[in-house]
């Protein structure tokens, strides 16, 4: 299966530690939070990944090597950009992206069965937070169908 990792952002919300280090590589533990990722994907079957790629590119590139495809953005294209700049990686099969700072131990195959069993044409994982104000919100019906963003 393919999956794609989102890492060209900025990491400015993480200054002064993404003054010379792209945000994906920041450590937790004993790696960087981007290799966390790619041990999650790896162990459920993901074994074909692409990563966007924008500031301090080759920092990414040294750490992982070969282990994954790079793609770089001569301009940030935002997630939805950067996801349209790799359709060719994907092809017709469907489409997993997976932010490059997010620590979670989610069921990947659980999520990719529940989004066929769903028939929508995208499923998007969110958490229940306390305030919304940094994250935004939401809405959806009982059934879990988004109706809206705030």
Do not use: C, W
Request: no cysteine; aromatic share 8%; charged share 25%.
């Amino acid at each position: 299966m393919k999956a794609m990792v989102l890492a060209a952002g900025l990491g400015t919300r993480l200054k002064p530690i993404t003054f010379e280090l792209p945000k994906p590589m920041v450590p937790v533990l004993d790696r960087p939070v981007m290799a966390h990722i790619l041990g999650l994907l790896e162990r459920q079957g993901f074994d074909e990944v692409v990563a966007n790629l924008h500031y301090y590119p080759d920092t990414i590139r040294g750490y992982f090597g070969d282990r994954i495809e790079y793609r770089y953005e001569e301009e940030l294209l935002g997630t939805a950009g950067g996801v349209r700049g790799v359709r060719d990686f994907f092809g017709e099969d469907p489409v997993l992206v997976i932010s490059g700072d997010a620590l979670t131990d989610i069921d990947l195959n659980a999520l990719l069965e529940r989004h066929r069993s769903a028939g929508g044409i995208g499923t998007l994982t969110v958490k229940k937070v306390e305030d919304t104000r940094e994250y935004g919100v939401v809405i959806h019906d009982a059934d879990g169908r988004i109706s809206g963003l705030q």
